[in-house]
C-alpha cells in the first residue's frame, strides 16, 4: 500500500499515556471513590437503571494490579460521525488488552451499532493494527448512526455477545452513543449476561463535556484544521482587500466549534446560536449586527472581513425555529403530495401563505428564494425540514446585502460588498489527529481496558487534567448514568446524557464578548497555520483555547 511520508511517521509515532498508567500493567492500580448522582432526575434515573445506577467514581494509581485474570473477549464499536483520534481509541485498547494476556481478544463490529444488531465483525491483529496508529478517520472498522434501542435489537446484541463469548463491549461515540452504551450496560447486568460495556467520549462538536469529561475526542484536532483554514481565508481577505468571508463551520446543536475557532482566529464576527436564543434575536437583528461591522470597517477603508457562522445556527433563532416547526406541520401526513403536485413556485408560494401564521410568513417573506426553496425541498425520510442542510452562511450574507442595499439607499453607507462561502465540516472530522488527541484518545482506549479488567460497566472512560502535559493527566472512570437527565424526546420522556452548550457566563465565552467589538472593525487576526505533529511542545503538544481559559490558564 503507498502512504505518505507523514502518515509513515505517524505510524512510528508513541503517544503519551497519563502518568499512572505509564509503569505497565501489573502497576495499575485502583482507587474506589465516592458514589454518583445522576445530574438531574434522580429517582427516575435510578429507577430506570437499577443494576448500574450509583455507582462509585474510580481512579487508577500506581500501584499493584489486584484485576482478577481471566481471558477477555472484547467489541468495540465506533458510533456517529467520525473524530480524530478514533482510531487511537481501538489501537489504546488492543495494547492495553494485549498487554495484559496475548490471549485476549479484540473484535471490531462494522459499521456502527448495527455491527453488533447483525454480527458483522471482525478479529484485530497486529498487523491489522499497525496499520492505522494515530491515523484520521474511522475507516478501520467503519462507523453508523443505528441506535440499539428496540427490544429485538437488545437481544440480537446479546446473541452475537454470546457467539462470541463476548466479555464486554466499548461503545465510542457522542452523548446518544454513550446514552445507548448505559442503556446497553444495564439490559445486561438486568440479564445476568456477564458482559460489561465501557463508552468513551467522542464529537468533534464537543457538546459531550461535563465537570467530570473535559473535552470530547476529536474537537482539538477538527478545531486546529478549520481554525488553519479560517486563518489562510483572513490573510487572504487582508490581502485582497475585497471580500467579506461568511464561513459556516460543523456543529450541529451546539456553538463550541464556532467559539474555539473564533479565539484562535479573532474574526471580524462570530455568531454564537446560545448567544442568539438567550437574547431571542431575530433574523433581521442578526443582520443589522453583522451589517453593523460591514459599514463601520467600510468606514475605514476596509470592504472585507470574515464572519463565522455556526452550523447549527437557525434553530437558535426563536422564530425561525417556530418557523420550522410550522412548516413540519403544513406538510405532515398527505400534504406533501399535494405541495410536491402544485406545478409552479407561485401556486406553492400560495399554499405557504395560506399554511402558515401572519408571523411566520413574515419571517418566510425575508428569505432569499433560494433558502425559501431548500426548507421545502430538502425534507428528511420523517418529513421534516433538514435544518442541517440550510446554507446558513448564504442566508446570512444575503440579509445582510439587503440591509446595506437599505443604509445605501438612505445614505448611511457607501461601501462595496462581496460576499464569499464557506462550509468546513467534513474537512477537519478526519485529519491525522493532532499530537493532542493521538495522546488523549490512545489513553482513552488503554484506560478503557483498564475498567474492563477491574470488572466496571455502565463506565466512561475518564482522563482528566488536560490542560497539563499528559504525565500529569487523570487516568479513571465515572458512571454514565452520573451525567443523564429525563428529556423529552419524540413526545415521550427518555433518560439521555445532557448535552453541554456554550455557558454565556462560562470563562470562554467571556474573553470572546469582551473582545468581539474591537474584532469586529480592526483587523486583528490571528493564523494559526496548520497542525504541526513534530517540533517545540508549544506549538505541538497545546489543546484547545476554550479548555485554557476554562481552566483559568
Ligand atoms: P456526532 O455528534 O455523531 O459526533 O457527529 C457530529 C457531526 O460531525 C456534526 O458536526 C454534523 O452536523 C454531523 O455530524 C454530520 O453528520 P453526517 O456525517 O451524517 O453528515
Excluded at 296 to 316: L, Q, S, T, W, Y
Excluded at 374 to 379: A, G, I, K, S
Excluded at 511 to 525: C, G, K, N, S
Excluded at 533 to 544: E, R
Aim: with cysteine; charged share 25%.
Amino acid at each position: 500500500m503507498n502512504i505518505s511520508p507523514l502518515q509513515k511517521q505517524r505510524l512510528q509515532y508513541t503517544p503519551k499515556l497519563p502518568g499512572m498508567l505509564r509503569a505497565g500493567i501489573a502497576e495499575i492500580s485502583v482507587k474506589e471513590g465516592e458514589p454518583t448522582t445522576s445530574v438531574a432526575d434522580q429517582e427516575k434515573i435510578a429507577a430506570l437503571f437499577p443494576n448500574t445506577y450509583g455507582k462509585n467514581e474510580i481512579t487508577f494509581v500506581k500501584g499493584t494490579n489486584t484485576s482478577t485474570p481471566k481471558k477477555q473477549v472484547v467489541g468495540v464499536i465506533l458510533s456517529g460521525g467520525q473524530a480524530p483520534g478514533g482510531h487511537n481509541v481501538i489501537c489504546g485498547l488492543y495494547d492495553a488488552l494485549k498487554a495484559t494476556n496475548k490471549d485476549n481478544v479484540l473484535l471490531g463490529f462494522k459499521n456502527g451499532p448495527a455491527g453488533l444488531v447483525n454480527d458483522d465483525c471482525v478479529e484485530f491483529t497486529d498487523e491489522f493494527i499497525d496499520a492505522y496508529r494515530n491515523t484520521g478517520g474511522f475507516d478501520i472498522i467503519g462507523s453508523g448512526r443505528t441506535k440499539i434501542e428496540t427490544e429485538a435489537q437488545f437481544e440480537a446484541s446479546a446473541k452475537t455477545a454470546k457467539n462470541h463469548d463476548l466479555t464486554a463491549v466499548v461503545i465510542i461515540g457522542g452523548d446518544d452513543s454513550n446514552t445507548n452504551a448505559a442503556v446497553l450496560a444495564e439490559y445486561f447486568a438486568a440479564h445476568d449476561l456477564g458482559i460489561q460495556v465501557i463508552g468513551c467520549p467522542k464529537t468533534i462538536d464537543g457538546d459531550l463535556k461535563n465537570d467530570d469529561i473535559e473535552c470530547s475526542f476529536g474537537f482539538d484536532t477538527a478545531t486546529k484544521t478549520f481554525a488553519e483554514l479560517i486563518g489562510n481565508i483572513e490573510r487572504d481577505a487582508n490581502s485582497a482587500k475585497k471580500y467579506w468571508h461568511f464561513i459556516k463551520v460543523m456543529g450541529r446543536s451546539a456553538s463550541h466549534v464556532a467559539l474555539e475557532c473564533a479565539l484562535k482566529t479573532q474574526p471580524n464576527i462570530c455568531l454564537i446560536g446560545e448567544e442568539v436564543a438567550a437574547k431571542k434575536m431575530s433574523l433581521s437583528q442578526i443582520a443589522d449586527y453583522i451589517a453593523d461591522s460591514v459599514a463601520d470597517r467600510a468606514a475605514k477603508g476596509m470592504n472585507f472581513g470574515v464572519a463565522i457562522i455556526p452550523e447549527g445556527i437557525v434553530e437558535f433563532v426563536p422564530e425561525f425555529s417556530t418557523l420550522i416547526a410550522e412548516i413540519n406541520e403544513l406538510l405532515a401526513g398527505e400534504k406533501t403530495a399535494q405541495f410536491n403536485a402544485l406545478p409552479t413556485w407561485d401556486e406553492k408560494k400560495t399554499f405557504i401563505k395560506n399554511g402558515l401564521t401572519t408571523d411566520s410568513y413574515a419571517v418566510f417573506d425575508i428569505l432569499p428564494e433560494g433558502i425559501q426553496k431548500q426548507l421545502f425541498l430538502e425534507r428528511d425520510p420523517h418529513g421534516n425540514v433538514q435544518v442541517s442542510l440550510i446554507e446558513s452562511e448564504k442566508l446570512f450574507s444575503e440579509l445582510v446585502a439587503n440591509k446595506l442595499a437599505q443604509r445605501k439607499a438612505n445614505g448611511t453607507y457607501n461601501g462595496s460588498f462581496k460576499p464569499q462561502h464557506h462550509f468546513f465540516g467534513y474537512e477537519g472530522r478526519c485529519a491525522f489527529p493532532s499530537n493532542f488527541d493521538a495522546d488523549y484518545c490512545y489513553s482513552l482506549g488503554y484506560n478503557a481496558f483498564m475498567l474492563i479488567q477491574y470488572g466496571y460497566t455502565g463506565y466512561l472512560s475518564k482522563i482528566s487534567n488536560l490542560s497539563k502535559p499528559a504525565d500529569q493527566w487523570v487516568a479513571g472512570g465515572m458512571p454514565i448514568t452520573k451525567m443523564m437527565n429525563i428529556e423529552r424526546r419524540n413526545g415521550e420522556d427518555k433518560p439521555v446524557i445532557r448535552k453541554a452548550l456554550v455557558e454565556l457566563d462560562g470563562k470562554p465565552f467571556k474573553y470572546f464578548e469582551a473582545h468581539r467589538d474591537t474584532w469586529a472593525v480592526e483587523t486583528d487576526y490571528i493564523y494559526p497555520g496548520a497542525i504541526q505533529y513534530y517540533g517545540p511542545s508549544d506549538v505541538c503538544d497545546q489543546t484547545t483555547v476554550t479548555l485554557a481559559l476554562e481552566k483559568g490558564e
